[in-house]
């Protein structure tokens, strides 16, 4: 988790995210610009909420650690960031292309998944 994210007792991940300008004309290969981008992204498993708005922004050449105790989100979060579960609030960006309006093989080209 960043140090703006933190996890209630209830086990959801929260996000506050810093505040900036955003300007979605740049392309993903301007420096320091997130090439993936999740965007005030909600799930629940029926009434269990497991993550509420999160904002996570990677940028090229970063790496990304989910870190956490067991079943505070961390697989809900990135079977979201692939679309193998939809999130039911936010959205998934990469290069400022949200993932729910593409096809699987269009998903597939773009996003990459190993469990461990």
Known sequence: MHDHE??????????HPHSHEE??????????EAILKVDGVAFSYKSHSVLADIEVGVSRGEILAILGPNGVGKS?????????LR?????ILVDNADLSK???NEIAKNVGYVAQ
């Open 6 to 15: 933190h996890m209630h007792g209830d086990g959801v991940i929260h996000s």
């Open 23 to 32: 300007n979605h004309e740049h392309h993903s290969d301007c420096p320091g």
């Open 76 to 84: 809900t979060l990135l079977r979201c960031m692939n679309m193998i």
């Open 87 to 91: 999130p039911q609030k936010g959205a």
């Open 102 to 104: 593409m096809s699987a």
